[in-house]
């Protein structure tokens, strides 16, 4: 009769709810419980017997691992093509040596399917990110606000006595030319030059205030429903026939049906930013695919996708955390460093969302997200009282 401590303890074995193996001090499989053979894609009914002193070869990565290892293993993560799955599974484990009573050493191992919480780690540092930059825009914004406000008045002041000195400096030039004074024209015509300069000057200050101005607060959207492909299809047409890109490849693969709720004008100017700025990466002669796919988001909301991807460069690691701050660029003084900033946050006032994927000489993938505007949503919202 079998001994019932045994019993006991192949039944707790069995019902853990983590994958356990016991090895053999030779490395021979001792016990498997029915939680490892679930999460490695063996069958139920697979016994150690059956797995011939080894694990199957899809395994591998694991048996490299285990070999060798007389440590204990408090924790290590390994990637495995199981077959039951199509996409790539986390294993997290870890491995114990423990001495038997007969002073022998058994391995025991340890582990759990950790591919879901990955993924959803991986989810959570996303929205975390797109939260921080939103956040990071709002405080940048503000800030900006408060400068530009503040610099409008001293750069008031400083046209109006620009303009006065101007006007009297050319009233002196108007007075005839005196004995004790021969040289004067030609002060007053240098002390004029360096007024105009002046004036040239706090003119491009205060374009560049209003340009601040009209950032930190920007102008409402909008918002009517359009059919996106329509919207896609009249930008990239109009700038195929511009000489700014005659000689960039521009084209559009498959089509969505879908409608969404935007301002024409806005979201176009963010795929005309994404498009230039492709452009400019691949100095005008590179090739941008624009094509679309569809998901539903954590609340259950259906979301359409336009991607936009170029040959270009791509965008280097240590940057890539920057380029949707306002005022960062790579373009030296043919780059202001709005662009990206304002497409941001046009996204944002349609509830959608601009991401970026990069891989440095591969190319860049920007993608623009919009919630589907369904029609029965707005019948339903408008019939309400
Ligand atoms: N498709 C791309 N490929 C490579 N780098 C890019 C791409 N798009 C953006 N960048 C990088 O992001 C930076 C910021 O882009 P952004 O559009 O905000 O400003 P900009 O193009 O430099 O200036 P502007 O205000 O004129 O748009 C760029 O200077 C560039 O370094
Ligand atoms: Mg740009």
Redesign the pocket.
């Known amino acids: 009769m079998m001994d019932t401590n045994l019993l006991i303890f192949d039944s707790i074995f069995d019902t853990l709810p983590s994958g356990m193996i016991l090895f053999e001090p030779g490395g021979a499989i001792l016990r498997i419980n029915q939680k490892a053979k679930e999460i490695l894609g063996l069958d139920a009914d697979t016994q150690p017997s059956n797995l011939k002193h080894s694990l199957p070869f899809y395994l591998s990565p694991l048996v490299a691992l285990l070999k060798d290892s007389q440590e204990d293993i408090h924790r290590a993560e390994i990637s495995l093509n199981l077959p039951t799955r199509e996409e790539e599974s986390t294993i997290g484990f870890s491995l114990k040596p423990v001495n038997a009573p007969d002073g022998q050493v058994v391995k025991i191992l340890t582990f759990t399917d950790i591919t879901q919480v990955l993924k959803d780690r991986l989810a959570m540092d996303k929205i975390k990110d797109e939260l921080n930059q939103s956040k990071k825009l709002a405080s940048i914004g503000t800030m900006i606000a408060g400068v530009a406000h503040e610099m409008n008045n001293p750069l008031t002041g400083i046209s109006m006595s620009t303009s006065l000195i101007k006007m009297n400096l050319e009233r002196l030039r108007k007075l005839p030319v005196t004995q004790e004074h021969p040289k004067l024209d030609d002060s007053l015509e240098k002390a004029l030059q360096e007024v105009q300069k002046i004036a040239r000057a706090s003119e491009k200050a205060a374009v560049l205030v209003s340009d601040l101005l009209a950032y930190s607060k920007p102008s409402q959207v909008f918002l009517v429903p359009l059919p996106l492909k329509d919207l896609v299809a009249d930008i990239v047409n109009a700038l195929k026939s511009h000489p700014n890109f005659s000689q960039f490849t521009l084209q559009i693969e498959g089509e969505t049906e879908r409608m969404v709720l935007c301002d024409r004008v806005k979201l176009e100017q963010v795929f005309y930013?994404?498009i230039?700025?492709?452009c400019?990466?691949t100095d005008g002669k590179g090739t941008m695919t624009i094509f679309y796919s569809e998901h539903t988001d954590a609340d259950g909301k259906q979301q359409v996708v336009t991607h936009v991807k170029?040959n270009?460069?791509?965008?280097d690691k240590t940057?890539i955390n920057r380029?949707?701050d306002p005022f960062?660029?790579?373009?030296g003084h043919s780059?202001?460093?709005?662009?990206?900033?304002i497409c941001y946050r046009t996204m944002e006032q349609h509830g959608g969302l601009l991401s970026v994927e990069?891989v440095k000489w591969e190319g860049?993938e920007?993608k623009v997200t919009l919630p589907v505007y369904l029609e029965e949503e707005t019948g339903k919202r408008s019939a309400a009282p």
């Not at 270009?312 to 965008?315: E, K, M, Q, S, V």
């Not at 780059?335 to 900033?341: D, E, R």
């Open positions: 930013n994404l230039k700025n492709a400019d990466a170029d270009g460069p791509g965008i940057i380029i949707f960062f660029t790579t373009k780059g202001v460093g709005l662009g990206l900033s990069s860049t920007f």
